[in-house]
């Protein structure tokens, strides 16, 4: 490009490159680490080398602000480590701005790959290359709908500037971008002039994309969707199988998505054609296996996205809780998860959510502010308590049998640290003391006084006698305590210390720990298994002496089956209503008490039989039951049984108005009558 060719806006160009490169930024903050290999529509990069590439662009504006040539400039961003990109470009742009403040320096001539020109004139080049590059990024990762505050992305994100990028004055920048491109010559294109030849834009088509279009980018160019995978296909069983190894699907098609309109394709495909749909992100509750129809597999949809500022996280339908928990600590937050990370944050919410921050701030479907939905008819939802109250009262607890779920924002809370982890005991005591009854006594009898700030529950489990279970534990029948409080470690110790004096600790791992990790505070088998589990939400008096004696007999290491007996003291901010309704039902319970079999070479039949009789011991103080922690197949009555029969006719209700054929029958939730599941996780 000749310095004749340039076109010098007379208007201060320095906003407008702070918009662009305001709005590149906020891209590559949402850039997971599992699509830096993605490619992009500038076809000598992917994901990563563009991001690289614009760090490198970045830093060469700013050098060239500061006084130095374009060529000295350093060309690469290879000295990013840990694939910090996002602080690596917002370091260079807080650098290129403030290289430029000076006005003298738009009228001083600079060099630059298409000549001297005005400094001005360079901060223009320089701005349409940025908002091409966003382009290519927003393509790349399937947002591209915001570019223009367009009310569709796809990704399920506002297209009204979510993360700055479709911001009032995006449309304006990709017309000026345009028309600075413009000045692009045809000729030369791919030697001289570092375009592809000029491409037909479709009718109708934004600025960006015809800014695309111009400068030779592919203006159809979309990334390769997930692949749909038949049980003759490479990966087909690997993609099927989820945590709960005891039950898999087996679908006629597998649609591996990583978008929103892959799914919204799916559902499509099968209304379609009248199949029915499952839905599988970890599989850690799987209810009811397909043998038909179309699996959506959702683990790859991995997008995390924080607002320090409004406090909340956009999560994508395959985001783990603990890769949530990670970067949300980066900002001094933390979200209201579960006991374990590797359980997928949307399925877990739609539970319910029992977290272990529960008694502090409620249940983590309180927590949702928004939830994007394909429904049965193809349309992608977003549903707010504004749009569609009962929707979203309905999605909110309800589980999954209304639609496929592929994002959700959820408010976080202030939580860096906490007090916590777990006392271990020999269950079968110690000079006739520290019995797991006795555990289970003192404990219960504590949490009457402890504050909503102290979460905690106790767990008795039979430890096999095999090498790789520690020698301290090893045959053991162990009762184990778990705490996380978060006031001062101090306040936490005093609380914790009565608790020390029930019998001999095995094991002490309370402690002061970074949120981070919190995974320790049950630190629950990360191994695949096969098992089935049930619960119960008791009343204050469901846990008296005469209880407690009967379920530790009924589930002690006699029994016919391994039978893992998990307890959580309910109450605090789990016991209030939310601010918006949603379907969490028996909020008024004390105790939740749940028991857990894996299958291994036990029959389903005995594991049922032992789980009901396990659970005989607090029936006539049971309230109802939990969605989240019902493993395996269930009786319609004990999926019916975790709502109230307001919130119970609301779901049928909403099922039969957004999924009458039950396209979602393998999905947990009360569905129909005669239908329901567990939770799909």
């Known amino acids: ?70 060529a000295d400039a350093p060309p690469s961003a290879d000295d990013v480590r840990d694939g910090d990109w996002a602080r690596a470009y917002r370091e260079a742009r807080e650098r290129a701005l403030a290289a430029w403040e000076d006005d003298a320096k738009l009228t001083e001539a600079v060099g630059v790959p298409w000549g001297t020109v005005p400094g001005s004139s360079a901060l223009e080049g320089w701005t349409m290359e940025v908002v091409t ?10 947002l591209d709908g915001e570019l223009e ?7 399920g994100s506002d297209g009204a500037g979510v993360g700055g990028v479709g911001d009032a004055g995006a449309a304006e920048l990709g017309a000026f971008a345009l028309e600075r491109a413009r000045t692009v010559p045809r000729e030369g294109r791919g030697g001289p002039v570092p375009f592809g030849e000029v491409r037909e834009a479709p009718e109708g088509a934004d600025a960006h994309t015809r800014l695309a279009a111009w400068l030779g980018r592919d203006p159809e160019w979309r990334p390769a969707r997930g692949p749909v995978l038949t049980p003759d296909d490479e990966g ?66 991995t997008g995390i996205r924080v607002d320090p500022q409004a406090r909340t996280a956009w999560v994508e339908a395959g985001v783990l809780a603990g890769d949530l928990v990670a970067e949300t600590a980066r900002h001094g937050l933390a979200p209201v998860n579960g006991s374990f990370p590797g359980v997928g944050v949307v399925s877990y919410t739609l539970g319910g959510g029992v ?68 006392l271990i005991f020999d269950g079968a005591g110690v000079g006739g003391v520290g019995t797991a009854e006795d555990v289970v006594n003192a404990w219960r009898a504590w949490t009457e006084t402890v504050p909503e700030e102290m979460a905690s529950a106790v767990s008795l489990l039979p430890m096999p006698d095999v090498p790789g279970v520690p020698e301290p534990l090893r045959g053991r029948y162990l009762a184990q305590l778990h705490f996380a409080f978060t006031g001062s470690p101090e306040e936490g110790e005093r609380l914790i210390a009565p608790l020390r004096e029930v019998g001999p600790v095995l094991v002490d791992r309370v402690r002061e720990m970074p949120y981070t990790e919190c995974a320790s505070v049950f630190s629950e088998p990360e191994a695949p298994h096969a098992y089935r589990s049930v619960n119960s939400l008791v009343d204050g008096r469901g846990l008296g002496p005469a209880e407690v004696r009967s379920l530790v007999k009924r589930t002690g ?33 004390a105790y939740l008490v749940g028991v857990l079999s894996p299958l291994g070479g036990t029959g389903e039949a005995t594991v049922r039989e032992l789980h009901a009789q396990a659970l005989d011991a607090v029936g006539p103080h049971t309230v109802g039951r939990r969605m989240n922690f019902l493993y395996g197949p269930q009786e319609p009555e004990t999926v019916r049984a975790a709502y109230e029969p307001e919130d119970l006719a609301r779901l049928r209700a909403l099922k039969e108005a957004l999924d009458p054929a039950d396209m979602f029958r393998f999905a947990p939730g009360p569905g129909l009558p005669g239908e329901g599941g567990t939770p799909l996780r």
Do not use: K, N
């Open 149 to 155: 505050g367009e009310p569709e992305g796809t990704d």
């Open 557 to 589: 290491p006699e029994t016919p089956a391994m039978c893992v007996v998990g307890i959580r003291h309910m109450g605090g901010a789990l016991a209030r209503d939310p601010e918006v309704p949603d379907t969490v039902g028996h909020r008024g319970a």
């Open 1 to 70: 490009m000749s310095e004749t060719s340039v076109v010098t806006d007379q208007q201060d160009p320095r906003p407008r490159l702070a918009r662009a490169t305001a709005r590149f930024g906020a891209l590559v903050e949402r850039v997971r680490p599992g699509q830096l290999g993605r490619p992009t529509p500038c076809a000598e990069f992917d994901v990563q080398a563009l991001v690289g590439h614009m760090v490198g662009v970045t830093r060469r504006i700013a050098h060239v602000g500061e006084g130095g040539a374009f």
């Open 355 to 422: 977290g272990i921050l529960g008694r502090r701030f409620g249940y983590t479907t309180d927590h949702v502010r928004r939830v994007d939905v394909v429904t049965a008819d193809g349309r992608l939802r977003r549903v707010t308590a504004e749009s569609d109250p009962e929707l979203f009262r309905g999605l909110r607890g309800g589980a999954a049998h209304l639609g496929v779920v592929t994002g959700l924002e959820l408010a976080l809370v202030p939580v860096e640290r906490i007090y916590g982890g777990m």
């Open 133 to 142: 590059h966003t382009w290519d990024l927003a393509r790349a990762l399937g």
């Open 236 to 301: 087909y069983d690997e993609e099927r199988t989820g945590f709960q190894a005891g039950d898999a699907h087996r679908p006629d098609r597998l649609v591996v998505a990583e978008t929103a309109q892959d799914v919204q394709e799916a559902v499509t495909y099968a209304r379609e054609r009248g199949l029915p749909v499952a839905v599988q992100a970890t599989g850690h509750g799987l209810s009811q296996a397909s043998r038909e129809g179309v699996l959506i597999s959702t683990r790859r949809m």
